[in-house]
């Protein structure tokens, strides 16, 4: 098997054999017909089901969806390996029309579902074929005051089709086509988004400075495109939002996640609080530079001028090693990864930006998606997305409708993942520069994870609130991102004229408004079931995977229960940013001094 990057390329023909296969023309015929059929078969029926009907209802209505979400996914997965393919977008575009189509089929039976009165609810979804359906239902039946009428419905999510999602499609298409011109060793070269993502951690300032001003007014360039596409999105957003009687537009979200408002805001207040951590780490990092103060592209500046570099075997022997000491069922899940042809892996032109894993229900593998350079941060990358692909697997316990996690519990096996990779690797460093280096790594990224998540959030609050009463231009989207830019870092670095910038280049913001929270949440959760597991040892490891094995299959309250972790507790939040206080940036101001 090759060990060489640029070989390791995900095989997508265990899904379709190619874009005309007759598999895929065949699935799409079966999900439009079947989901009329349902529909006409149980609409305005739902009150007189029997429980035999419900079970045939449910297995039906599973059968469906995981039909469209395998075609969605070989669809996404077709154009993440290049997204200016003809081919591939016009598929892309097919089989978005196509999932709407059976939305629409089965909008008007999730109504029923979630007006259905009380005693039946409780009556049917007691029985023994319908109880693992139970949550599922319970959770249509608590966002109903936020459902409009069968009509409205239908046409939002055909409205979607070329409103928002056409916007993020060409946000997504538009900028995955930048190339960046940068001179090094007097050769100007062009690079792409993650090429210079990578520039932005080179040893040498100047090159550190260009890549983050070449990738900033690159932003700025294009600012008729990209400020419109940000407020169509959030005006979208905020229409709809208010259409159904939110209380604010973070709520949907919240809604989503099966967290409150209320949780949500002292996840906020309490990671802006500990913003102070971040001024006295980047403070610390000046210092250790030899340095008066930082500029704002000296964030991401590697301490030292020797990082390892890591070659495609050499991260994946490493993963698969920290995994199976953690425990052999792990590393038996991640290798198949490998083994099974899951993971595209080289940098290429046009190759969507970013990583991800990609998972649809109990008969799917996941896939990952990383761009692979070498770097440790690299390493920590593929450790994270095949946490996802592990907490994908193990779900796979659960039936389709208790399949996917809400967002804030999606993130727990990755982050955990790269915890036991940075303990791993920081137990066996006996070089104190390197401990220094990579200590420091680690503290960016948590606040990566949890500060910046969190700025990107307070961000978002602000530009939707203002764009809900009038259009926003690129500068005064730049002027509020600004500000909490300086919320972040305070004084601890100085800015450039562009930082402000960024908000343009930060494509969940565009994607999925109000995903970046759930980031903070993951990371400091997963910092007290770390605490735990080193703790507990062994005893902790099966209370762990039953969590992931659990899927969405309950309320995410009730799920941490099962590990020991009470979300309503208000100090919860600042005990995550303790232990990070104390085991980290305690320990680099330790090895400093």
């Known amino acids: 098997m090759t060990m060489d990057v640029n070989d390791v390329k995900w095989d997508l023909s ?3 054999k190619g874009p005309e296969a007759a598999e895929l023309a065949e699935d799409i015929e079966y999900v439009k017909k079947h989901s009329q059929r349902i529909s006409r078969k149980f609409e305005g029926r739902i009150n007189e089901l029997s429980t035999e009907e419900f079970a045939e209802l449910f297995t039906d209505v599973e059968k469906i969806y995981e039909i469209t979400g395998k075609m969605m996914m070989y669809a996404y997965l077709f154009l993440s390996g290049d997204t200016s393919n003809p081919e591939a977008n016009k598929l892309f575009s097919k089989i978005q029309d196509v999932a709407s189509e059976v939305e629409n089929n089965l909008v008007s039976l999730k109504l029923e579902l979630a007006r259905m009165p009380n005693e039946l609810f409780e009556k049917q979804f007691k029985m023994p074929q319908l109880k693992d359906y139970a949550h599922f239902v319970q959770k249509q039946r608590e966002a109903r005051k936020y459902f409009l009428s069968e009509a409205e419905e239908k046409l939002i999510n055909i409205k979607n089709l070329t409103g928002r999602e056409a916007f993020v499609k060409l946000y997504t298409e538009f900028t995955s086509s930048f190339r960046y011109e940068i001179e090094i060793d007097g050769e100007k070269k062009l690079f792409t988004r993650s090429e210079v993502d990578t520039l932005k951690r ?13 990738l900033l007014t690159k932003l ?5 495109v990209l400020t419109n596409i940000y407020n169509s999105i959030v005006k979208d957003w905020v229409v709809e939002s208010k259409k159904r009687k939110y209380p604010s537009p973070i709520s949907p979200r919240n809604v989503g996640n099966e967290i409150s408002d209320e949780v949500v805001k002292s996840l906020i207040e309490v990671t802006t609080e500990n913003n102070k951590l971040v001024h ?3 403070r610390l990092k000046a210092k250790i530079m030899k340095k008066d103060k930082l500029k704002h592209s000296d964030i991401y500046a590697p301490l030292e001028t020797t990082e390892k570099n890591y070659t495609w075997k050499e991260a994946k022997d490493l993963v698969l090693k920290v995994m199976g000491e953690f425990d052999p069922k792990v590393e038996e899940i991640i290798r198949e990864f490998f083994e099974g042809e899951y993971i595209h892996a080289p940098v290429l032109p046009n190759k969507r930006s970013g990583a991800f894993c990609y998972y649809v229900g109990p008969n799917v593998h996941p896939y990952v998606m990383v761009n692979f350079t070498g770097k440790q941060d690299d390493v920590l990358t593929l450790a994270h997305e095949l946490g996802h692909g592990l907490h994908g697997v193990l779900s796979q316990t659960q039936n389709l409708l208790n399949y996917h996690t809400p967002l804030t519990m999606a993130e727990v096996a990755s982050v955990f993942s790269e915890m036991l990779m940075i303990d791993y690797i920081l137990n066996n460093m006996t070089n104190k520069d390197e401990k220094i280096a990579f200590i420091a790594s680690q503290l960016e990224g948590m606040f990566a994870t949890m500060n910046r998540q969190n700025m990107f959030t307070r961000f978002e609050l602000k530009a939707h609130e203002k764009i809900e009463k009038q259009y926003q231009t690129f500068d005064e989207l730049s ?8 919320n972040m870092f305070g004084d601890s670095i100085d800015y450039f004229d562009f930082s402000g910038y960024e908000w343009a280049g930060i494509p969940h913001m565009f994607h999925t408004p109000f995903y970046c929270y759930a980031y903070d949440f993951a990371q ?20 762990y995977l039953e969590l992931l094995s659990s899927g969405g299959s309950d309320k995410p309250e009730r799920l941490l229960e099962k590990v020991g972790v009470d979300l309503s507790d208000p100090a919860f939040w600042q005990k995550g940013f303790d232990f990070i206080n104390r085991r980290f940036l305690k320990e680099l101001q330790d090895l400093v001094s």
Do not use: Q, T, W
């Open 479 to 486: 002027s509020i991102y600004f500000e909490e830019l300086k």
């Open 220 to 224: 700025k360039e294009n600012e008729i």
């Open 14 to 16: 265990k899904l379709y």
């Open 524 to 543: 400091l959760m997963v910092v007290a079931l770390y605490e735990k597991y080193l703790e507990e040892g062994e005893p902790f490891k099966k209370k």
């Open 202 to 214: 080179h040893p040498d300032p100047e090159i550190r400075k260009k890549a983050f001003e070449v």
């Open 280 to 282: 006295a780490y980047y």
